[in-house]
C-alpha cells in the first residue's frame, strides 16, 4: 500500500483505467486495497523485480505518465524494490536468461556510408515528412530522419527499418497481418512501413493514399537492403552464437543501497530536454536542461559552456522537507569534469545565489568543494569542506564522487568508494535555517554564474548519510546502461547443456563499448563442466574480428572442479577492453572467436604484415652543414676555459642534449639550438 498503490493508483497514473469496474486488472483500484493487492501479485516478479509485468509493460510505453517509457519502468522498479524489501536496500541480482539465437554471418548491416540511403529512403521521407522530422520545421519533431543532413537523418532513420524482413521477395511474401490480399501488406516491420499501412500516419497523395505511400516506402526499404552485401564470417573460425549490445540482460541497477532517495537521475532519455527524476518519491524533482547540454550514449549528459540543468523550486521543496526531517544527506554523482583547472564549479547545489543556498557540492581545481548551510555556517554555507590540495582529488576523468552530511561531522567527501581524510571545519549543525525555496540545479547556479563543465552519468540526493560500506557497495555497482551479454556455444564443443561465455558490456561512451570480464556458465544448474579448456578468446564485429582491443587472445582456462559454480559460472578474465563503435548499440553485431574450446582447434595466424619500406629520399642536400650540439659544447669551453666537465655546464649539457639533432644537418638547425647554445655560452661566463 505505502510504496506500490499509494503510488500508481491516482487517477493521473494507472488509477485512470486499472480502478474498481475499470480495466482488469484493477491493481490500481481504491476502494479496497486488498483486493488490489490480489490483483496486483501475479504482476510482480519477487525474486527479480525488473522482470515484473508491471515494468515490461510500462517500459514498453504503456501509459508511461511522462513522455520517456524508460523512466517510468526505473520509477515503477523502485516502488516495487521498496515494495519487496519493506523498504530496506535494493539488492537485486541479476537473472540470467538465454538470449534469442542469432548468427554472426550473413546478417545485413547497415553500411556506415549513408549514400545508398540517400538515393533509395531518404528521398521519399525528405519529400513528404519533411514538415515534422527537420530540426529546422516549425512543428520540429524527433526523430529527425528527414534532416537536411543525410548523415543525421540516416543515423535517425535506422531505428525505424527493418532491414530483414524487408528484403523478403514481394511477390512471395506472406501478406500482412490484415489479411488484405497481395499488393497490400507486406510483412515488413520497418516502423516507417507500419506507421504508414496501419497507423495511417501522415501518407501521401490527394486524397492521401496509405497504400500507395506504404508500398512506396516498402519498395524503397527493400532496395535499399537489398543492395547490401551480407558479410560472410571466415567458415573456419569457431564462433559463438551473435548478439548485439542491447540483446543483452540490462544490469543497471544490480545491487545499488538506494533505501533513503529524495531523487534520483539515470540520464537514461537521451534525447529532449528533460532529464527524469526516477526516485518514484513524489514530486518528481525532473531536470530542465537548457543551454548548452548534449546527451551523451549510454546514459548522461554533457554540459558545455552556458549549459545547465535544473528542477523548479516547488519540486525541489522535497529536499528541503525530507532533509530538514532526517538532519543528514548525501549528494551521490557519478562525474568527469571536462578540466582540472575550472573553479567555482557548481557540480550539484541546492540554492538560491552566489551566495545563499543550502548545500553544494563543487570542483576547485583538482580539489572538490562541499558547502553546508547550517547551524555552524553562514547562509553561503561558509567556510567550505574543501579537499587537500595535495590528494588530487579531482581528476578529469570518469569518478564516483560523493558528498556526506551528518550532524556530528559535517561534511565528508568520498571520492571512488574512499574518504579523502578530510575534515569539515565546520562540524555538523542543524538545518532549522533551510530555506525551501531554492531550486536544484547541475552544472551551474541558478543565476548562470557557477558554470562547471563536464559529463554527468548520475546523480542521487539520499536524506541519510550513507555509510562507507553503502559508498562502496554503490561504487561497486558502477554506472550507466550496462548489459550481461551471453555468448551461446555448442554444446558439442563443450559437453555442457546451454553453455554460454558471459560478458559484462557496456557503450562506454557514445564512440565505443567496454567488454569486461568473461565468464563460462551454463544456465543449467545441474551443468558439471570438466577439464573444458578454453583459450585465445578473440572479439568479432559485423562479421569481422575486431582490428584492435583484442585483450582475451591471452585467456588459457580450463574450467571445471571447484572454480566453477552454478550460480557464477567461472570467471575467464579479469580484464576488460574498449571496442570501437561503427553502426550503434543496437546494430552492431559481435561473436566471438575461440583459439580452442574443448577439443576444437582453430590455430589463429597472426596476418602478415608486409612492411614496404618507405622509398628513399632523394631530395639534394646542401653541402653545408652545422657544428653539432656536442662540438659547440667543446668549443665554448676552448673559448672560455671552462672545463666541460664543470657541474652546472654539464648539467645544463645534459638538460638540452636529448632534445638536438645528432648530426650536423643545416636544414635542421632551428631556434631551439640557438636557445640552447646561448644558455652554454650564458653558464660557461658565470
Ligand atoms: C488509458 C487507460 C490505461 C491506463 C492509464 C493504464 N492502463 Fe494498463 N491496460 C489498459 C488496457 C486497455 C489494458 C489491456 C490491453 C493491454 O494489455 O494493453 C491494460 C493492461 C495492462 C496490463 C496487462 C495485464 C496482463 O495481465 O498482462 C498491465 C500490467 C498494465 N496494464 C499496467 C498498467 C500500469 C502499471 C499502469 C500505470 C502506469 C497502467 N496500466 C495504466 C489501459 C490502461
Ligand atoms: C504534421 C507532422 C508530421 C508529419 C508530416 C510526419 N510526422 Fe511522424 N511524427 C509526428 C509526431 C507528432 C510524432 C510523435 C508522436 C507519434 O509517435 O505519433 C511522430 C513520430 C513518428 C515516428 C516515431 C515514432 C514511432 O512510432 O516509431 C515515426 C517513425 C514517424 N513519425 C514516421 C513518419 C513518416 C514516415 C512520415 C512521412 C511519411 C512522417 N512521420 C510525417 C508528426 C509528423
Known amino acids: ?392 582529488a579531482a581528476q578529469a576523468a570518469l569518478s564516483h564522487v560523493v558528498l556526506t552530511y551528518d550532524a556530528v561531522n559535517g561534511q565528508k567527501i568520498y571520492v571512488n568508494g574512499v574518504y579523502t581524510g578530510d575534515a569539515d571545519p565546520s562540524k555538523g549543525g542543524s538545518f532549522a535555517n533551510w530555506d525551501s525555496t531554492f531550486a536544484l540545479v547541475l552544472g551551474n547556479e541558478t543565476t548562470g554564474q557557477r558554470q562547471w563543465l563536464g559529463v554527468i552519468k548520475f546523480v542521487a540526493i539520499h536524506n541519510r548519510a550513507l555509510t562507507a560500506a553503502q559508498i562502496q557497495q554503490n561504487f561497486a555497482a558502477g554506472v550507466g546502461q550496462k548489459f550481461f551479454l551471453l555468448f551461446g556455444v555448442p554444446t558439442a564443443w563443450t559437453g555442457v547443456n546451454q553453455s554460454y561465455i558471459l560478458f559484462q558490456g557496456s557503450q562506454y561512451d557514445s564512440y565505443s563499448y567496454l567488454f569486461d570480464q568473461p565468464k563460462f556458465i551454463s544456465l543449467d544448474p545441474t551443468a558439471m563442466p570438466a577439464n573444458l579448456s578454453i583459450s585465445g578468446i578473440r572479439i568479432g564485429v559485423n562479421g569481422v574480428l575486431a582490428p584492435a582491443g583484442q585483450a582475451f587472445t591471452t585467456v588459457n582456462a580450463t574450467v571445471g572442479g571447484s572454480n566453477y559454480t552454478a550460480a557464477n559460472g567461472q570467471l575467464l578474465s579479469p580484464l576488460g577492453t574498449v571496442v570501437p563503435a561503427t553502426l550503434g548499440p543496437s546494430n552492431d553485431l559481435f561473436f566471438l572467436s575461440f583459439d580452442q574450446i574443448g577439443t576444437h582447434v582453430h590455430a589463429y595466424v597472426e596476418p602478415t604484415v608486409v612492411a614496404t619500406p618507405p622509398a628513399p629520399d632523394n631530395t639534394p642536400q646542401p653541402d653545408f652543414g652545422v657544428a653539432t650540439f656536442e662540438r659547440f659544447n667543446h668549443s665554448l669551453s676552448k673559448i672560455t676555459g671552462v672545463p666541460i666537465t664543470d657541474s652546472a655546464v654539464s648539467n645544463l649539457y645534459g638538460l638540452s642534449q636529448q632534445s638536438m639533432p645528432a648530426g650536423p644537418l643545416i636544414a635542421a638547425f632551428g631556434p631551439s639550438q640557438q636557445a640552447a647554445i646561448s644558455q652554454l655560452a650564458i653558464i660557461s661566463r658565470q
Not at 46 to 72: E, I, M, R
Not at 238 to 255: F, H, P, R, V, Y
Request: hydrophobic share 35%.
Open 1 to 392: 500500500m505505502i510504496n506500490f498503490w499509494a503510488n500508481v493508483s491516482p487517477s493521473n497514473r494507472c488509477g485512470g483505467c486499472h480502478h474498481a469496474g475499470g480495466q482488469s486488472p484493477m491493481f490500481a483500484r481504491s476502494d479496497d486495497v486488498n483486493l488490489a493487492y490480489q490483483a496486483a501479485l501475479p504482476l510482480v516478479n519477487l525474486s527479480d523485480p525488473s522482470q515484473s509485468t508491471f515494468v515490461l509493460k510500462v517500459g514498453g510505453g504503456h501509459n508511461c505518465w511522462v513522455a520517456d517509457p524508460s523512466a517510468c519502468a526505473s520509477t515503477m522498479l523502485v516502488w516495487i524494490q521498496n515494495w519487496v524489501g519493506a523498504g530496506s536496500s535494493s539488492t537485486t541480482t541479476v537473472k540470467l536468461i538465454a538470449p534469442p539465437v542469432r548468427t554472426a554471418g550473413n546478417s545485413l548491416q547497415f553500411p556506415v556510408d549513408p549514400s545508398a540511403f540517400g538515393s533509395t529512403v531518404y528521398p521519399i521521407v525528405h519529400k513528404y515528412c519533411v514538415g515534422c522530422h527537420n530540426p529546422n520545421s516549425a512543428t520540429a519533431q524527433q526523430p529527425y530522419f528527414a534532416s537536411d543532413n543525410l548523415q543525421e537523418a540516416y543515423l535517425a532513420a535506422q531505428p525505424k527499418m527493418s532491414l530483414a524482413t524487408a528484403s523478403a521477395n514481394p511477390d512471395t511474401a506472406t501478406f500482412g497481418p490484415n489479411g488484405t490480399g497481395p499488393g497490400q501488406y507486406y510483412q515488413d516491420q520497418s516502423r516507417f512501413y507500419d506507421r504508414l499501412a496501419q497507423e495511417s500516419h501522415h501518407c501521401w497523395g490527394s486524397p492521401p493514399d496509405c497504400v500507395a505511400s506504404s508500398t512506396a516506402m516498402h519498395e524503397a526499404i527493400r532496395t535499399f537492403a537489398l543492395g547490401i552485401t551480407p558479410t560472410q564470417v571466415d567458415p573456419s573460425l569457431k564462433i559463438s552464437n551473435a548478439l548485439a549490445l542491447t540483446d543483452g540482460i540490462i544490469a543497471a541497477s544490480g545491487s545499488r543501497y538506494e533505501a533513503n532517495l529524495v531523487a534520483k537521475y539515470m540520464f537514461q532519455t537521451g534525447q529532449g530536454s528533460t532529464a527524469y527524476d526516477t526516485s518514484g518519491v513524489s514530486p518528481e524533482a525532473d531536470l530542465s536542461l537548457s543551454g548548452n547540454v548534449t546527451w551523451v550514449g549510454g546514459w548522461g549528459i554533457n554540459i558545455g559552456p552556458g549549459g545547465v540543468a535544473q528542477a523548479s523550486t516547488s519540486a525541489s521543496a522535497k529536499f528541503a522537507t525530507m532533509i530538514q526531517g532526517s538532519g543528514e544527506y548525501t549528494i551521490e554523482t557519478w562525474v568527469a569534469p571536462n578540466n582540472v583547472t575550472q573553479t567555482n564549479a557548481w557540480i550539484v547545489s541546492y540554492s538560491g545565489s552566489n551566495t545563499t543556498r543550502n548545500m553544494t557540492l563543487g570542483q576547485a581545481a583538482m580539489q572538490y568543494e562541499g558547502l553546508a548551510r547550517s547551524s555552524t555556517t553562514s547562509t553561503a554555507g561558509m567556510p567550505p569542506l574543501i579537499t587537500k590540495t595535495t590528494g588530487g
